[in-house]
């Protein structure tokens, strides 16, 4: 039984992400992949597995989020927007 092999950019393709982002995958082990003749090829099902999994929700900001730590610190010289802006603009 021969298993359907893709190249990279066949497989960036159906998946929806570029080149780089296929390597980046097979780098990480998040994505099988072989290499004959001096190609690295995916099995197709591989792309079906992948393509089945839920994407990551990305949670929203709220007021304790670590990034408005960063916000103004120690740069606002007393003039706005400084960090005691930031719930401002979260509140509208």
């Given at each position: 039984m021969a298993v359907e092999m893709l190249t990279i950019?066949?497989?960036g393709r159906?998946?929806?992400v570029s080149r780089a982002t296929v390597w980046r995958l097979i780098q990480r082990r998040e994505l099988p992949?072989?290499?004959?003749g001096g190609r690295r090829l995916i099995p197709?099902?591989?792309l079906r597995t992948r393509a089945r999994r839920r994407p990551t929700r990305i949670p929203p900001?709220?007021?304790d989020h670590p990034i408005?730590?960063?916000v103004g610190a120690g740069h606002g010289g007393g003039q706005p927007p400084s960090a005691r802006d930031k719930h401002a603009l979260l509140d509208r």
């Open positions: 950019e066949d497989a159906a998946l929806g992949s072989v290499r004959r197709a099902t591989a900001l709220s007021h408005f730590r960063l």
